[in-house]
Each structure stands twice: as structure tokens, then as C-alpha cells.
């Protein structure tokens, strides 16, 4: 699969050197580099994500990557924690699924393209450059378009959705799925999530401060050291357009802060855009004539996946019968995202201790009550 952003990467490449795509964790201080270092591989020895160069910097950059079966339950369980508190907010907020490409989006937007005419027509030689150039331009327009957005998605399931409300407001509807978006010239495949809150005009503003508190609780509840996460609101020059206000909940990486949510008050030119500004489809039952306002919510599952990884990451110390300092690092997460609620490391036999915790494993496992209580046996053969 290829993207329109690729293409801009591609003709690029023909009419100038090839830039460098490095991030700015590259220019941290060494300390920064060996923990980052430290982190990745740790991920990798841990079956959080799969082993490979390539695969940790795209996992660093908050880009979607080949996980592990651990990185893939910690996901999971991060993806469900979400689910369940969006839905569960004090707004009536409500799950959509709506189509990842579609030949009618915008055509300004990534498009899937198939590999061997992309790659044939890079293999005839005999065209001059603006030859190639119009041929790729026209195998990709042709081609169908994907999202780089949920929010698409939520205001075309407006109208529908203020039906089954009654047309009353407010409420919201939320979605995950992967998305393309734009990084160093290319699109990057993530997976996102975005809740979208319809409201009045005059509550635009504090749904927003709401959301913003609501969603910063949220990250720093499962987190071992929540002042490394914040938020922080979006100056006027760096507004999107169509937007009045903005705030970003932050990750404070060892390389420096990175977001993970952003927050925007959108107003109603989007939504009527949409609807192809047909007011009288898009009114509530508020008495008033005004179209809806729109406060959207756009994450980054696998940047918040690397944060938590990264926010968990310990370093014990401890002397050994023989006096000597032992260091050992550890993933410490918070039990509801980890992977594996107990593991047992059975390599040097089965010693008193370990049945004692075997055997209390067992206990709560005939309790029923502690639901997703994972149990797993780690054996080692020297």
C-alpha cells in the first residue's frame, strides 16, 4: 500500500537530495539516547513489540508497528480503557464505525495504491520526468482515498445519530481505528481515537475544559508518575482552521514533551459542509435556530502505548548474599493495562515460595472475582 504523501516523498527524490527523517531524540544529551535505548530494547526482549531497528524507531515515533503478543494485549486492554471511559461520561456519548477508505473523501487526502503498477511505471526508464510525474499523478488519483481523520466520519453520522436522540443535545460519538496522517513528508499509519461532542454554541467552550480535565485524569490515572503527563492550550498562531481554541494533553518523553490528545472547539462551518449547508436538518429541539458546535477529541493509542511503556520504566537495585550490587529493569505498569496480571519464573525450580504464590493464583482464580485475572507460567531451560 502506498500513499498520495508518498508520492510527494517520491518526487522528491527526483528533484533534490534525500533529507534526513530523523526525530529530535537524535540530538539528546547520551544519558537520553541509552534510556531510550534501554526502553526499546526492553520492549523488544519483553515481546512488546517485534525485534528490528526499523520497527522500534517507527514504535519511538508513535507510528502503528509490529507488536508482540504482549505489546498487542497491552493495546488492547489501553484501547478498551478508553472505550469504556468515553462512553461512560456524564454526555450521552456513543460508538460509530464508519468506512476506513472511501472513493468520495476529500482529494487532498492519502490514497491506497496497489504496489506493481506503482512499481511499473517507476521502471520505465524511457520517461523523462514530468512523464513520470503525470503518470503516478494519475494512478493515484484514481485510486481510492483514506481517512486521516475519524472526524469525518462522526459529522457525516450526525444527522442520523440526533434522530435516536431525540434531537436533543448534547451528546457525542465516538470512534478508534487506524488513520494516515502526515510525518516528515510521508503518511504514517497510527491507531486513533476520537470522540465527538455536539453541543450549543454557548457551552462550546466549557465542553472543552471538560474534556480537557476529564481526558488528563484519565492518562494520568493508570500512570506510575502522573506529573509526567499535562496539557497545555494550543496558541492562537497554531490553531487549525475552523477552530477557536485548542488544548493538548502532553507525555513529557525523555527527549522532551509529545502529544497524545488533541482537544478542538470546531464550531459549525464543518458540519455544515458536510450537510451542504442545509440548516434545517442539522436544528435541535433547544428552541433555537442555531447549528450544533462541534468539540472533537483526536489520540495517538500507539504514542499513549509508548508513553505508559516508557512512564513504567524502573530500575532496581539490590545487594545479593554476597554483598554485591545487582541492578534490574522492570516495566512496572499499572495492573489494568499490563499484559500479564502474574507471572511465575519457574527457571530454578519450584521452591516454597513460589507454590505459596501458585497456589494463591488459583485461589482467586475459583473467587471469580477478579475478571481478566491472567495467570502465566514462565519457564526457562538452561
Known sequence: MLTLSARRCILSQLTSPLKSTRGHCDTAPPDVLDRVRTLLQLCAD?????????????????????????????????????????????????????VSNSPVRAAGGARVVQSEPFQQILDQSELSREQLIQKLNRLLLSSPSVRTSLLQ???????????????????????????????????????????VLFCSPRSSSQWL????????????????????FSSAEVPENELEEKTSRGVKILYKFPWGLESLETLWCRGDAELLQVHKGIRSKLQTRDGRKSVP??????????????????????ELR??????????????????????????LDVGKGATVEMR???????????????????????????
Open 209 to 228: 475544559d471538560h474534556w480537557a480535565r476529564h481526558r488528563l485524569k484519565w492518562w494520568r490515572n493508570f500512570a506510575l508518575s502522573p506529573s509526567d
Open 153 to 195: 466520519g462522526a459529522l457525516e453520522q450526525f444527522v442520523p445519530s440526533l434522530e435516536m436522540v431525540n434531537k436533543k443535545l448534547p451528546f457525542g460519538l465516538a470512534e478508534s481505528g487506524p488513520c494516515f496522517q502526515p510525518s516528515d513528508g510521508c503518511s504514517a499509519e497510527i491507531t486513533q481515537t476520537s470522540p
Open 46 to 98: 519483553r515481546y512488546y513489540i517485534s525485534p528490528g531497528e526499523s520497527n522500534s524507531e517507527l514504535f519511538r515515533r508513535g507510528w502503528s508497528c509490529s507488536y508482540g503478543p504482549l505489546g498487542v494485549e497491552l493495546k488492547r486492554n489501553l484501547l478498551q480503557q478508553w472505550w469504556h471511559s468515553v462512553t461512560g461520561s456524564r454526555a450521552w456519548v456513543f460508538g460509530v464505525n464508519t
Open 356 to 382: 505459596s504464590v501458585r497456589a494463591s493464583c488459583r485461589s482467586f482464580w475459583k473467587l471469580r472475582s477478579l475478571r481478566g485475572l491472567d495467570i502465566l507460567k514462565l519457564c526457562r531451560h538452561h
Open 318 to 343: 539490590r545487594e545479593d548474599g554476597k554483598k554485591r550490587l545487582q541492578q534490574r529493569k522492570v516495566l512496572k505498569l499499572h495492573p489494568v493495562l499490563a499484559p500479564v496480571k502474574v507471572a
Open 293 to 314: 458546535h462541534v468539540v472533537s477529541v483526536s489520540g495517538n493509542m500507539d504514542r499513549g502505548a509508548m508513553a505508559f511503556l516508557s512512564n513504567s520504566l524502573q
